[in-house]
């Protein structure tokens, strides 16, 4: 009966319909939300769902294996509190799903690293798109050709970043780690290691900002498992061994076994220093446009999403309330106990 809203709602081809998807969408979903919840709380300065980061959802359809805008609703949880919000995407494909839902609002970045010509998927995030009304020079897009290696990324995101940072001053940031611009990746076209990768998601925890680190896109399943790993210990401040531990799962890590294998090289580098350079000095001429961080007059705190922060609060009030008491009886006791003496 619903078969005549399947095209409509863009249901099928990359967006199939499978068994136990309502509660797919609302594991990764609700993880997003609450790993905002927990910034906004403060009882978290960084908060991971690798399940979530599924920047190709719209409001009213899904898309690129994308169903629900999870993104989306964790950056509108975190603007009840932060006055302004970046969105950093270093997946392959252009993040069109968060980009079109904040394109008219000065309080959300967006940037996106990612492949363009026009053709590859979703065919979106040429850098003269910058936003509008409200939100114009606010959308920042870094399109990039085939085979990009490490150094010419990384000194790129950290510049593009440095920049970001300096002008808009972001309350929250939001870093979604698609992993399918590693090398090697069956659907990417880039030369990036897993090394690389990290280096971006290790230069945003330097700034110190309450941080969401999201997962994404990754079609290398070994490759992703191995990135996300690496970028755990790296939010966690653990330094990791190259030498993969023993599990069921070691044959489909051969046949090196190790944390960092040998991904770059597959694809001509099409990124000329020329290019990059352009590149770079046209971003840092948009963001020159701002003028500095919009001002926001924060008044009154929206509702929270289904509530989950008043719960929060009321949980911790709780806790403190109790441990006030146990503290007080405590104090009690010993008096008692010396008055005996």
């Known amino acids: 009966q619903f078969a005549d809203c399947f095209s409509e709602f863009n249901i099928g ?12 969408c609302q594991i ?16 978290a300065d960084i908060a991971v769902n690798w399940m979530g980061g599924l920047h190709h959802a719209k409001k009213y359809e899904p898309s690129g294996f994308c169903y629900v805008a999870d993104t989306t609703m964790a950056i509108l949880q975190l603007l009840r509190y932060f006055p302004r919000v970046l969105y950093v995407d270093i997946d392959i494909h252009h993040g069109d799903g968060v980009q079109e839902a904040f394109y008219t609002t000065d309080r959300v970045m967006t940037c996106s690293f990612h492949k363009y010509d026009g053709e590859f998927f979703p065919g979106t995030g040429a850098i003269d798109e910058m936003g509008s009304g409200l939100g114009k020079f606010y959308a920042i897009n870094v399109p990039l050709q085939d085979g990009i290696d490490d150094r010419s990324y990384t000194q790129l995101f950290k510049t593009v970043m440095t ?17 399918d611009s590693l090398g090697l990746d069956r659907l ?9 990768h990290g280096e971006c998601v290790k230069f945003m925890r330097r700034f110190g900002v309450p941080m969401m680190v999201l997962g994404g896109g990754g079609y290398t399943i070994r490759n992703v498992a191995r990135c996300w790993t690496y970028e755990t210990g790296i939010v966690c401040g653990a330094e990791l061994p190259d030498r993969l531990p023993n599990t069921v799962y070691n044959e489909f890590f051969a046949p090196d076994y190790s944390l960092h294998p040998q991904l770059s090289g597959r694809v001509v580098n099409h990124n000329s220093r020329a290019y990059l350079n352009a590149l770079t000095a046209r971003i840092l001429e948009q963001l020159r446009y701002l003028k500095g961080a919009p001002s926001v007059q924060m008044q009154e705190a929206p509702p929270d999403i289904q509530g989950f922060l008043e719960s929060e609060e009321k949980r911790q009030k709780d806790v403190d309330d109790d441990r006030d008491k146990d503290t007080k009886e405590d104090r009690r006791g010993r008096r008692e106990h010396l008055a005996e003496l």
């Open 13 to 24: 081809d990359d967006c199939p319909i499978f068994d136990g998807m309502w509660d797919f």
């Open 28 to 43: 990764y979903s609700g993880a997003s939300i609450e790993a905002a919840r927990k910034l906004v709380s403060g009882s």
């Open 163 to 179: 920049a970001v940072m300096e002008t808009f001053k972001p309350g929250a940031v939001v870093l979604q780690c698609g992993a």
């Open 188 to 196: 990417g076209v880039f030369n990036l290691s897993i090394a690389a």
